[in-house]
């Protein structure tokens, strides 16, 4: 299977939800030190749900068109909802085999999701390990 499956670069090409929010409940940046991708999430919330996200990223084919294809499942789930997605989840997603060289690719966007819920509840942001685990 092609690494670079159409569905990844119709997303990579025409990333869904990558705007700049008005005015977001919150705000928060990761970056995937091991090659540089970046990904930046906004969100607003009320009443503990997602009603509009905005995203701004960096990066290889894998990173951005995961956090676009997450980013379209956001909307009016609750954070709790949002949480409890599991990195088994951004594979499928994806749609193709990530081997483990590209594997933090894959999962930026969940690590980013989890601490940008994480700072919308002044919480302390969580190390990779924490987020979605050693992989």
Known sequence: MDLYAENILDHYRHPRHKSVLKNPTVT??????????TVEL??????AKILEIGWSGEGCA???A???????ELIGKTTDEALSIATDH?????????????T???L?????LKNT???AKNEPVQSWTETVGEQ
Do not use: F, W, Y
């Open 108 to 112: 930026l966007c969940l690590h980013t």
């Open 62 to 64: 894998i990173s951005q």
């Open 117 to 119: 819920l994480r700072a």
């Open 42 to 47: 906004s969100l607003s919330m009320k009443d």
């Open 28 to 37: 928060h940046k990761e970056e995937n030190v091991s090659c540089g991708d």
């Open 90 to 102: 951004i594979h499928e997603l994806l749609g193709v085999p990530v081997g483990p060289r590209r």
């Open 66 to 72: 995961a956090m676009s294809m997450l980013s379209e």
């Open 104 to 106: 933090k690719c894959a």
